[in-house]
């Protein structure tokens, strides 16, 4: 046996790492098979991205959009402008720095997650990508001029709550 090194704690060892001890030496475990696959978990049919019921919204979403301002994507002259540098200017606010003026996409002031419909026309203002996506990512306590604008609105009343 060799003697034990001059930094070690531990008890020298009685007997080398062999296939008696179920280690092989220089390696790890030593196994006496490949592993099998013993599962019977499957699946038919990969997951759908969207499911059924978000495809028949997202196709009266779209031909409530384009009922609402028929230009959609054009060249710009047809396309409505960004509500939310409109509704800025007749605050008084300058435009947000990167708005492209023109309107993208819709914005919905209330949101899916507070009770809001993607299909209301009344739920929904043109906005451009860079104003839309400042509305859905900066913190509720700096919009402050969102909220008097009415471009931001919190969870709808239920019934019997007051407003």
Same mark, same amino acid.
Do not use: I, K
């Given at each position: 046996m060799k003697p034990r090194a001059w930094n070690s704690t531990l008890p020298q060892r009685s007997r080398p790492l062999t296939a008696t001890t179920g280690?092989?030496?220089?390696?790890?475990?030593?196994?006496p098979a490949g592993l099998a696959a013993r599962s019977t978990l499957g699946r038919g049919s990969p997951i759908a991205p969207v499911s059924a019921k978000r495809q028949r919204e997202n196709r009266?979403?779209?031909r409530?959009?384009?009922?609402?301002?028929?230009?959609?994507? @054009?060249?710009?002259?047809? =396309?409505?402008?960004c509500d939310v540098t409109q509704a800025r200017a007749t605050a008084g606010l300058p435009p947000l720095d990167g708005c492209t003026r023109?309107?993208?996409n819709l914005h919905e002031p209330l949101r899916r997650s507070q009770g809001g419909s993607i299909t209301d026309p009344a739920n929904s203002r043109p906005a451009c990508q860079f104003c839309n996506g400042h509305l859905a990512l900066t913190p509720r306590t700096e919009l402050g001029w969102a909220y008097e604008? @009415?471009?931001v609105r919190d =969870?709808?009343?239920?019934?019997?709550?007051?407003?």
């Open positions: 280690l092989r030496p220089g390696g790890g475990l030593a196994r009266e979403r779209a409530m959009a384009g009922a609402l301002h028929p230009g959609g994507r @054009g060249d710009g002259q047809d =396309r409505p402008l023109w309107a993208d604008l @009415g471009l =969870r709808a009343p239920r019934g019997g709550e007051a407003a």
